[in-house]
Structure formats: C-alpha cells, structure tokens
C-alpha cells in the first residue's frame, strides 16, 4: 500500500506480506511513478515507455532504474 508520510511517499506492507516482509520501503518520484503505473502497463517494455514520457531521462537510464525497482519489488515478493 502507498502511504505519504511527511512529504516521503513509502510502501507498507498488509495482508499476508507483513509476515514475510518487515519494513517500508522509501520511495523516490521515479519510483512513486513506477508504482502508480504498474498495473496500467500490460508489460515492462509500455511501462518504461511510461517513464520515458513523463520524464527527460534517457532510455537505458531509464530501463536501469526500472530493473532495479523491481527486483527490488519481485525479491520482496510484492509484486
């Protein structure tokens, strides 16, 4: 779930993820964006079509800090 706390955007854990996830993770506005807009893509390849829109950022940069976000997500099990 998304949360802002403080002006900080953070993903809390509920449901059966608290068990198997103890924390929060900090999000920047790269990532609140990817977060916001991962079930509107049908794939990776459209939600970094996403991020390349919204942003002056170019494609491999990009494509880097959407692998690391989610590997982050997939090694947490929170997607």
Request: aromatic share 10%; net charge negative.
């Amino acid at each position: 779930m998304l949360r802002e706390i403080v002006g900080d955007y953070v993903l809390v854990p509920t449901g059966s993820t608290v068990n198997d996830f103890n924390g929060l993770i900090i999000l920047n506005e790269v990532a609140r964006f990817i977060w916001e807009n991962y079930e509107k893509a049908k794939d990776e390849d459209e939600l970094l079509g996403f991020i390349l829109d919204e942003y002056e950022v170019e494609r491999d940069v990009a494509k880097a800090d959407l692998d690391e976000f989610l590997d982050i997500l997939r090694k947490n099990e929170i997607v």
